[in-house]
Structures are given as C-alpha cells and as structure tokens.
T-cell receptor, first 115, second 114 residues
Framework: DAGVTQSPTHLIKTRGQQVTLRCSPK?????VSWYQQALGQGPQFIFQ???????QRGNFPDRFSGHQFPNYSSELNVNALLLGDSALYLC??????????????FGAGSRLTVL | AQTVTQSQPEMSVQEAETVTLSCTYD???????LFWYKQPPSRQMILVIR??????QNATENRFSVNFQKAAKSFSLKISDSQLGDAAMYFC???????????FGAGTRLTVKP
C-alpha cells in the first residue's frame, strides 16, 4: 500500500521564478493538505483541498495556490519566488469522513531552495 | 490564536532509559486534538500518538505514553525503554475540532546514546 508520494524530492529555483510541487495521497484518502516547514521550525499549514476545492487556507499570500484533481492528487504552485520560500514542503492526506479525528499521513516532502 | 510551545530544543537519553518531552499549548477552545509526530532524517512525519481533549484517560501506544493535563494545557510525551531508532525530531501539534489547520511546535531533537 503506497503512502503519500511527493515529487520532486529536491529542486532549486531562482528568485521570481514559479514552481509546481506534486502530491499523490495515500490510497483511499480523499483530502490533501499542504504544509511549509522552514529550516529548524515546525510545519505551517498552507491550505487543504477536498472535492477539488480549497476548503481552508492558512496565513499565506496569494502567490501560493493549489489544485486537486479528480483522482485526489494535488499540486502546490508558488509564483514570484522569494528567498524566504526556501523550505521543505510537506503534503499530508486524510480521509474526509474521519475529519473529526484529523489523522494525517505525511509524505517525505519536497525540498525547495530559492537562490 | 492557538500556539504550541516546546521548551526543549534538544534532549538526550541513554538506550533503554526513559525520557519525557514537554509541550504546552494555548487555546480557548474546549474541543481539540493533540498529537506527537516523529520526523527522522528521512523527513517523513510519522504519527506517534494522538489524544482527544474530551478524554481524560492518557493515550498510550506501546512504549509511548502521554501526560495530558487539560487545565494546565500541558501535553508531555514519555518514551520508555528508548531505542536507537527513536532518535529523531519530535513535534507536538494541536488541531481544533472541525478545523484543518494543525499547529506545530518548533520541535525537540532527541538523541539516543548506545
């Protein structure tokens, strides 16, 4: 049973560029959340997607956008990259009908470096 | 705003011994969930244990147990019979009921000495 898979594992971009990160949820899961983990810090919630719509958003600017596809996979897009966007981006999936318990399964993340 | 504080940036324990990691949180909510996640060098966050705030009984998962003090807003993790594989970053996390924004502390790096 595949867990949450993310791609790419590592990538390097320059300021002003745009980046797309991808996530495939755990089999059977229908909800995807994205988190940003800066070096030496805990993850911060970016947003969550369910039924192909953004259901909830954290305190992140509009430069951060996402998408969920009919197969429940998701993309995170970041435009106009800043040096401060350098971080580990974690995808987490869950099953909506268990949302009260909020059990998240995380992927290994995509390490983004902005130069 | 809900915040999570982990006051121990680093902890060390001898193999087979017991260690306790501290966590406090701030909330005005009555219904919420608390979690401990482990993040090894592989970077993947792994759920260690979960506690529902409405349950008075402390959660236990094999060698891992918590001391949940709701009035004090404290949620510590005890690891018994520590093993080398327990070495990792440990994050305490809070999530309000029917909310999807999980709040994490800054983490505690646990070292296990053989």
């Amino acid at each position: 049973d595949a867990g949450v898979t993310q791609s790419p594992t590592h990538l390097i971009k320059t300021r002003g560029q745009q980046v797309t990160l991808r996530c495939s949820p755990k089999s059977g899961h229908d909800t995807v959340s994205w988190y940003q983990q800066a070096l030496g810090q805990g993850p911060q919630f970016i947003f969550q997607y369910y039924e192909e719509e953004e259901r909830q958003r954290g305190n992140f600017p509009d430069r951060f956008s996402g998408h969920q596809f009919p197969n429940y996979s998701s993309e995170l897009n970041v435009n106009a990259l800043l040096l401060g966007d350098s971080a580990l981006y974690l995808c987490a999936s869950s099953l909506e009908k268990y949302s009260g318990a909020n059990v998240l399964t995380f992927g290994a993340g995509s390490r983004l470096t902005v130069l | 705003a809900q915040t999570v504080t982990q006051s121990q940036p680093e902890m060390s324990v001898q193999e087979a011994e017991t260690v306790t990691l501290s966590c406090t949180y701030d909330t005005s909510e009555s219904d919420y969930y608390l979690f401990w996640y482990k993040q090894p060098p592989s970077r993947q966050m792994i759920l260690v244990i979960r506690q529902e705030a409405y349950k008075q009984q402390n959660a236990t998962e094999n060698r891992f147990s918590v001391n949940f003090q709701k009035a004090a807003k404290s949620f510590s993790l005890k690891i018994s019979d520590s093993q080398l594989g327990d070495a990792a970053m440990y994050f305490c996390a809070y999530m309000r009921d029917n909310n999807n924004d999980m709040r994490f502390g800054a983490g505690t790096r646990l070292t296990v000495k053989p």
